[in-house]
């Protein structure tokens, strides 16, 4: 496997990076310094718009100057970040509103900061925000490798508790002619095309979930839908160092079909599971406000609005031969709960989204009672019901089907 090929580090008279270009020409980054200090940045993004760094252009009071990111074309801020010292990076700075950035700009930015503090020769970089989320440290898996003191079997958990350091290990990004914003570290880790986001599932030892999944087979990468351990449709097939050999989205028809309840009830309770306690009842409300159906979906295992959750139908036709196969009743038992979880991730973070805002337009009382909640073993209890029977009537429905 092998790195996008191609990519130029572009420098000035003192060696300093001012851009990168990809094998195509196409750039991916510009940098001006002033003096000593980085002046302006800005860096490519996967829907081929730019992102401004605009340094030390406003102060936040948790943690004083900050960088400013907005949209190019846009002066406008989207959100700010904790001052950094281009010139000698020392540490990775918390973001104050992440939501707020589009797609893949969290991203881009710490490739940036990872670049520049390897041009520099730095190692070991502490991140000393106050937000050591799960998110965060899967971004920055795709940019640094993580290091600790000892051995551990859980970086998550060293991370969000501050024992964790990172030493920079840029990725590289080239834009193929077909649209395809392909991201590379020793071999194609993750990839945007047509609005979907393809990415590993292992990233330093660490599993990361991923409906629409990067693979390798028969000597290319591959570019897929993924459900219950293989590929349910291949939308994308490259050479190992990022030219497009296919491209293809299927096409599926047939009839809407409705969800049973049980099975509705089950996915929401595996998703409630998964998701911070404050925001279980309002989850739950989101969903009793959905019509959930069979629908034929191409190109996704979910399909969430504010008034549908339609799921894939190509789920159950992959289940079904999986059921078909299995060699007991207890393996088909774990592939409905397998089939389950995979749709509840498919939708979960739409139907979170949707109770985040819900929540934030209650009143204040509301609020703080969501806060205040916990998982109770009763609740526990429940869930666990309803995920049971949730998945006995996904595999009769499968059956069937």
Not at 17 to 43: F, M, Q, S, Y
Not at 169 to 176: G, L, V
Not at 365 to 379: C, I
């Amino acid at each position: 496997m092998g790195d996008v090929g191609g990519a130029e580090i572009l420098r000035d008279a003192r060696g300093r990076r001012i851009g990168e270009r990809d094998r195509w020409g196409g750039h991916v980054a510009r940098l001006t310094w002033a003096d000593d200090a980085l002046g302006e940045a800005a860096v490519r993004l996967p829907d081929g718009a730019w992102l401004v760094v605009r340094p030390r252009a406003t102060h936040d009071a948790r943690w004083g100057l900050s960088d400013v990111l907005h949209r190019e074309g846009d002066a406008r801020p989207l959100t700010h970040f904790a001052a950094v010292d281009w010139a000698a990076i020392d540490a990775i700075p918390p973001l104050a509103e992440p939501a707020r950035l589009p797609a893949g700009a969290g991203t881009a930015v710490l490739n940036l900061i990872a670049a520049l503090a390897a041009d520099q020769g730095r190692t070991g970089l502490p991140y000393l925000g106050p937000y050591p989320t799960e998110q965060l440290f899967a971004a920055l898996l795709e940019a640094f490798r993580w290091e600790g003191d000892a051995p551990t079997d859980d970086p998550l958990a060293a991370f969000m508790a501050g024992g964790l350091t990172w030493t920079p290990a840029p990725f590289s990004r080239a834009f193929t002619p077909e649209g395809a914003c392909v991201q590379s570290r020793g071999r194609i880790e993750k990839l945007a095309w047509r609005g979907r986001t393809y990415t590993r599932t292992d990233w330093q030892g660490v599993e990361r979930h991923a409906a629409h999944r990067v693979h390798d087979a028969d000597g290319r990468v591959h570019c897929a839908l993924w459900a219950l351990g293989s590929a349910l449709e291949t939308h994308l097939v490259l050479t190992t160092d990022g030219a497009v050999v296919s491209a293809d989205t299927p096409e599926r028809t047939g009839a809407t079909e409705p969800v049973g309840s049980e099975i509705a009830t089950g996915l929401v309770a595996v998703v409630v599971a998964s998701s911070a306690p404050p925001l279980a009842n309002a989850i739950r409300a989101v969903a009793a406000d959905l019509t959930f159906a069979w629908e034929p979906l191409a190109g996704e295992l979910a399909d969430v609005s504010e008034t549908r959750a339609h799921l894939a139908q190509a789920m159950l036709v992959a289940l079904r031969a999986r059921l078909a196969a299995a060699g007991s009743r207890v393996e088909q038992v774990r592939l409905g709960f397998a089939a389950l979880a995979e749709l509840a991730a498919a939708a979960g973070d739409a139907l979170r989204r949707q109770a985040q805002l819900r929540l934030a337009a209650e009143a204040a009382p509301v609020q703080a009672q969501a806060m205040g909640a916990g998982r109770s073993p009763g609740d526990a209890a429940a869930s666990a019901r309803d995920i049971g029977r949730a998945v006995e009537t996904l595999l009769e429905t499968a059956a069937v089907s």
